[in-house]
């Protein structure tokens, strides 16, 4: 055993003979959030060596380090990454007001009662609960003489494969991988029962269009997936989450236009988030007559069995994968606005979610779903079209300067029909957190 997990071996024996640790019993539901807390939340804290940090929990009657990270900023708000050609660092290193502490939800515990811990100088109460009133769950973060006990657990990963020129991350409940030039990922496979990835799901994530001129009467297509490029500059890999910044640029006839800011994308054990920025010179109305655009996962055969849901099209047995459009799926309600969308069967359980701002409320989000082995949508690395996603209306209307939205995936583990609210109420419902000085 190594020298670090026979400390922490220790250490969470010793706090398990301590009697009366437990006050309150954990009954939260919350499954699927990110604990995020900015460090000017904990004032007492402010200046002190991240190092002699750690978040503990009180679970089954032990008080134990549980995994989390301090993602420091640098003065001007900037993520400050460990490696990539924009790697940077932080003037001051110690715990700042703007440095966010980052832990899962699903790793609090029970209310403690005493904090008689060997080296603790300080611990702060994170108390976390349902704005629903579904129960509460406790964690601590604490302050020791030296350096703190930490968690030997890594729920996350990321690596760039230099044989495939692909960036992989590797997580608990899924594992995405991105080619080293594109905006959106190529290869998804999520866990089987033994743990093991299980094969690639789909064969590309697609942006695909027209635009229209003069009133209709001329219409280009466009591939929004492959016009654009990105590529990785920075990478902070954390235990909790990974964060990776990407840089964007169109690709034209093998020119390279390049964009200004950049793209920071979050990757977490059950769910990744991806902002999609377009920054627009003019109101598009003032270019074009009209555009269509649609957002969407196209699956490879590998996904057969899935079957698709969603708020309005609820789950039926005969609406699944199998490259032929039964009566259910050629009879699926197609225009209405949705936000969210769930795929369950063999293959594994995944849900989406795309959140606009308040800005965009006239944009209507309508059901892509296209089940077809003849269908052919160049360019693609396997013939057929098995999408599920967005189509969406009125895009014309988006105006001048950047426009950003927010596309969740989540891989929800033990996941059952009905327990859509696990990740609905990530964004619906945000956790209510109070810290406050341990007693």
């Not at 539901?29 to 000017?40: F, K, P, S």
């Not at 890594?154 to 044989?163: H, L, P, V």
């Not at 991350?169 to 990835?197: C, E, Q, W």
């Not at 964007?248 to 800011?261: E, P, Q, S």
């Amino acid at each position: 055993m190594k020298k670090g997990l026979l400390r922490l071996a220790i250490f969470s024996f010793f706090l398990g003979l301590a009697p009366g640790l437990s006050a309150q019993k954990n009954d939260l539901a919350r499954t699927e959030d990110a604990v995020i807390l900015n460090g000017d939340r904990f004032p007492e804290l402010l200046g002190r060596e991240i190092p002699r940090l750690s978040v503990l929990a009180l679970r089954r009657g032990a008080l134990a380090p549980i995994p989390f990270q301090v993602d420091e900023k640098t003065p001007k708000g900037d993520y400050v990454f460990e490696s990539g050609k924009n790697r940077n660092s932080d003037p001051d290193p110690n715990f700042d007001a703007n440095d966010e502490l980052v832990f899962m939800v699903f790793d609090a515990g029970d209310r403690a009662a005493k904090f008689d811990l060997p080296g603790l100088l300080s611990a702060h109460e994170i108390t976390i609960k349902d704005p629903l009133g579904r129960g509460q769950a406790w964690a601590y973060l604490a302050l020791f003489e030296k350096d703190a006990p930490r968690s030997a657990v890594d729920y996350i990963r990321a690596e760039y494969d230099k044989a495939t020129n692909h960036n992989l991350v590797t997580a608990s409940n899924y594992m995405v991988r991105t080619r080293a030039d594109a905006i959106v990922y190529d290869h998804f496979a999520l866990p089987g029962p033994d743990g093991k990835f299980g094969p690639n799901l789909i064969d590309q994530f697609k942006i695909r269009g027209n635009l229209s001129l003069l009133w209709g009467r001329m219409k280009f297509p466009f591939n929004f997936d492959e016009l654009v490029k990105s590529k990785v500059t920075a990478v902070k890999d954390g235990p909790v989450r990974v964060i990776r910044q990407g840089e964007g640029y169109l690709d034209i006839a093998k020119v390279k236009i390049k964009g200004t800011g950049f793209a920071v994308l979050y990757f977490y054990p059950n769910f990744f988030v991806y902002p999609m920025t377009i920054d627009f010179p003019i109101d598009l109305r003032k270019m074009l007559t009209d555009i269509d655009v649609q957002g969407f996962t196209d699956y490879s055969k590998t996904a057969y069995g899935s079957h698709y849901y969603d708020a309005q099209n609820t789950y039926n047995p005969e609406v699944v994968l199998d490259g032929k459009m039964s009566d259910a799926e050629k009879n699926l309600q197609i225009h209405f606005d949705h936000d969210w969308l769930c795929h369950v069967g063999t293959p594994g359980n995944v849900c989406h979610r795309i959140w606009f701002s308040k800005e965009w409320d006239f944009l209507k989000k309508e059901v892509v779903y296209i089940d077809d082995d003849r269908k052919l949508d160049p360019p693609e690395n396997q013939p057929g079209v098995h999408a599920m996603g967005y189509n969406l209306v009125n895009f014309i209307n988006l105006k001048k300067g950047p426009q950003t939205y927010w596309m969740h995936y989540y891989f929800p583990a033990n996941f059952k029909l009905g327990q859509e609210y696990r990740f609905l109420d990530v964004l619906d419902h945000p956790l209510a957190i109070e810290t406050a000085k341990a007693k």
